[in-house]
C-alpha cells in the first residue's frame, strides 16, 4: 500500500503530469491509498489558505483516501527516529517525522519528491 506525502497531493491537486501519471499508476495496480493524519494538516492549511474551490477539491480527494492516525507508537518511533537523524546532522521538523513513522508503522511506501525523506531507516519510498 502507498501512504501519499503533501508534497504528491499538492502536485496532484494542481494537475502536475508526473504526479498525475503516478496516481494512475498506483490506481492501475487496484491499491487503496493512505494519508498520515499530519498530511491532512498540511494541506488543509494551504487550501483553507487560498479559499474556494480549492478547500472543496482538497476534501474531496481526501475523502477518497484512508486516513492514519497518530497513535503512542507513532510518536514514539517519531521521537527516535528523529535522535537518530540529529545524530546523524539531517534534523527533520517534527510533521515530517511523524508523517515517516506513520508509513513505516503501517508498513506503506510514502510517495514524496521531498528528498530529506531518504535519510529514514527503514522507511520504502517512492519518488514521482
Not at 503533501?6 to 491537486?13: A, H
Amino acid at each position: 500500500m502507498h501512504c501519499l506525502d503533501s508534497s504528491f497531493l499538492i502536485d496532484l491537486l494542481k494537475g502536475d503530469d508526473s504526479a498525475t501519471r503516478k496516481m494512475k499508476e498506483i490506481e492501475g495496480l487496484g491499491e487503496h491509498v493512505s494519508i498520515a493524519a499530519p498530511c491532512v494538516a498540511e494541506i488543509l492549511v494551504g487550501a483553507h489558505y487560498k479559499g474556494g474551490a480549492i478547500v472543496k477539491d482538497t476534501l474531496d480527494l481526501l475523502s477518497r483516501m484512508e486516513i492514519l492516525d497518530i497513535d503512542a507508537e507513532v510518536a514514539m518511533e517519531a521521537g527516535r527516529l528523529g535522535a537518530e537523524l540529529l545524530r546523524r546532522g539531517h534534523p527533520l521538523p517534527t510533521t515530517d517525522l511523524l508523517i515517516a513513522a506513520t508509513a513505516k508503522r503501517h508498513g506503506h511506501i510514502l510517495i514524496t519528491r521531498d528528498n530529506d525523506f531518504h535519510g529514514i531507516p527503514g522507511l520504502g519510498i517512492e519518488g514521482y
